[in-house]
């Protein structure tokens, strides 16, 4: 039995990164990109960690503002698991965002919304205040190319060492990707 893959990066996230370009284009700016997961802990600040380093050598002027958010507050103001920074380390990349809740504002300030897994895309279009915000979510996993069989950026909390290394392979991948879009 073969398993249909959904072709990546999937038309509707190519539609909500053009949306972003223009609005950023727009404003004449660099694009405001915002990860989402659900403590802010592991999956967000490593895709924001990994974003950072693909567009480090980028122009001021064209360099993107990039941050990350989650929908449980109770690590609020606390640096990236542990085991995640140590796994993010070892491929050169410090993680040092203190991790915060989203707000109702990141609506109206990100040009790009990114969840990482159905449970944050469904209540990151519960939490959106418009239909023109909704138009700013986007799942990660679709930028996922060299992972087709990836619908989700798996939450590596209860793992051990080898599914952060998985969900940094996930996440390298689709920024990536996200960056040849977006850039």
């Given amino acids: 039995m073969t398993r249909d893959y959904i072709e990546k990066p999937t038309p509707a996230s190519i539609e909500t990164v053009k949306l972003a370009r223009e609005h950023a284009a727009a404003e004449n700016r660099a694009p405001r990109i915002l990860f989402v997961c659900l403590g802010n802990i592991c999956r967000s600040p490593a895709a924001e960690g990994i974003m950072r380093e693909i567009t480090k050598d980028m122009p001021a002027s064209s360099h993107p503002e990039l941050d990350s958010a989650g929908f449980y507050g109770g690590h609020a ?23 915060r809740v989203i707000r109702p504002s990141d609506f109206d300030y990100f040009d790009l919304i990114l969840g990482m897994d159905d449970r944050n895309i469904s209540d990151l279009h519960d939490a959106a205040p418009t239909v023109e915000a909704e138009k700013k979510i986007a799942r990660m996993s679709d930028f996922c190319v060299h992972y087709p069989e990836a619908d989700s950026i798996p939450d590596p909390y209860w793992e051990g060492a080898a599914g952060f290394e998985i969900v940094l392979n996930l996440l390298e991948d689709g920024c990536s990707e996200l960056a040849k879009l977006l850039f």
């Fill in 77 to 99: 103001g606390d640096l990236p698991d542990r085991r995640m920074r140590h796994a993010a380390f070892g491929r050169g990349l410090r993680l040092e965002h203190l991790s």
